[in-house]
C-alpha cells in the first residue's frame, strides 16, 4: 500500500484489564490527528456472547471457527478499504491468537484449510501493539468479572500470555506494552508505540 494509504494495527496481547478502553484511546487518538478510525471487534469473545463455545462444539473446531471468521473478517476489511487514504483499520486481536490455545502445527494446518500461513498473516499488519497480561506485573488486580472469555486461572493467564508474546516478538513491527495500575501511563506508552510503528 502506498504513502497515505489504508494502514492496519493489530492490538494483541494476553488477558489485559482496559483493553476496550485502551482501543476507544486509540480510535480518538489517531481520529483526532485526521485519520478514519475503523476499529475491527474480537472474535472470540462475540462468539461466547451469542452462546457458542468450545464446550458445546469442540475445543478445535471452535478455534477453526474463530480463525475462519477472523480470515473472513480481515478479507472483506481489506477489500474494502485498501485503497482509502488516510485510513486506519484497528484490528482486535488475529488468527495467531489461537497459540495461547493450540500447538503452531495444529494453527497451520488449520490457516492451510483456508488458504493462508502465519507469515501471510502477520505480514498484513503495518504494526502491532502487544498488551501484557496485568497478571504479571499487578496480580491482585486480575480478574474476570468484566469479561467472561477471560481465563479465570491467573498463572495460566501468565502462562498463554508469554507463549504468545514469545512468537509475536519474532516480528520486528511490534511493541510491547506493560500494563499498569494508571490508565494514562499505560495510555501515554501506546501513543508513543503507535508514533514509533
Given at each position: 500500500?502506498?504513502?497515505?494509504?489504508?494502514?492496519?494495527?493489530?492490538?494483541?496481547?494476553?488477558?489485559?484489564?482496559?483493553?476496550?478502553?485502551?482501543?476507544?484511546?486509540?480510535?480518538?487518538?489517531?481520529?483526532?490527528?485526521?485519520?478514519?478510525?475503523?476499529?475491527?471487534?474480537?472474535?472470540?469473545?462475540?462468539?461466547?456472547?451469542?452462546?457458542?463455545?468450545?464446550?458445546?462444539?469442540?475445543?478445535?473446531?471452535?478455534?477453526?471457527?474463530?480463525?475462519?471468521?477472523?480470515?473472513?473478517?480481515?478479507?472483506?476489511?481489506?477489500?474494502?478499504?485498501?485503497?482509502?487514504?488516510?485510513?486506519?483499520?484497528?484490528?482486535?486481536?488475529?488468527?495467531?491468537?489461537?497459540?495461547?490455545?493450540?500447538?503452531?502445527?495444529?494453527?497451520?494446518?488449520?490457516?492451510?484449510?483456508?488458504?493462508?500461513?502465519?507469515?501471510?498473516?502477520?505480514?498484513?499488519?503495518?504494526?502491532?501493539?502487544f498488551l501484557q497480561t496485568i497478571a504479571k506485573k499487578y496480580?491482585?488486580?486480575?480478574?474476570?468479572?468484566?469479561n467472561i472469555a477471560r481465563l479465570p486461572d491467573i498463572n495460566?493467564?501468565?502462562?498463554?500470555?508469554?507463549?504468545?508474546?514469545?512468537?509475536?516478538?519474532?516480528?520486528?513491527?511490534?511493541?510491547?506494552?506493560?500494563?499498569?495500575?494508571?490508565?494514562?501511563?499505560?495510555?501515554?506508552?501506546?501513543?508513543?508505540?503507535?508514533?514509533?510503528?
Amino acid at each position: 500500500r502506498g504513502v497515505g494509504y489504508m494502514k492496519s494495527i493489530l492490538i494483541t496481547g494476553g488477558a489485559c484489564a482496559g483493553k476496550t478502553t485502551s482501543l476507544e484511546m486509540i480510535k480518538n487518538y489517531l481520529s483526532a490527528k485526521g485519520y478514519k478510525v475503523i476499529v475491527i471487534d474480537e472474535v472470540p469473545t462475540n462468539l461466547i456472547k451469542t452462546g457458542i463455545a468450545y464446550e458445546k462444539i469442540g475445543k478445535l473446531e471452535f478455534i477453526e471457527l474463530i480463525i475462519k471468521t477472523q480470515i473472513n473478517n480481515e478479507k472483506e476489511i481489506f477489500e474494502k478499504y485498501d485503497n482509502e487514504k488516510n485510513t486506519i483499520v484497528i484490528f482486535d486481536g488475529s488468527p495467531l491468537d489461537s497459540l495461547k490455545f493450540i500447538t503452531e502445527n495444529e494453527l497451520e494446518n488449520i490457516l492451510k484449510k483456508h488458504g493462508m500461513s502465519i507469515d501471510k498473516i502477520v505480514t498484513k499488519y503495518d504494526a502491532i501493539i502487544f498488551l501484557q497480561t496485568i497478571a504479571k506485573k499487578y496480580p491482585e488486580l486480575y480478574s474476570n468479572d468484566n469479561n467472561i472469555a477471560r481465563l479465570p486461572d491467573i498463572n495460566l493467564a501468565i502462562e498463554r500470555n508469554d507463549r504468545l508474546e514469545k512468537y509475536y516478538n519474532k516480528y520486528r513491527k511490534i511493541s510491547v506494552i506493560e500494563c499498569e495500575n494508571d490508565i494514562n501511563i499505560k495510555n501515554n506508552n501506546i501513543k508513543k508505540a503507535i508514533e514509533t510503528l
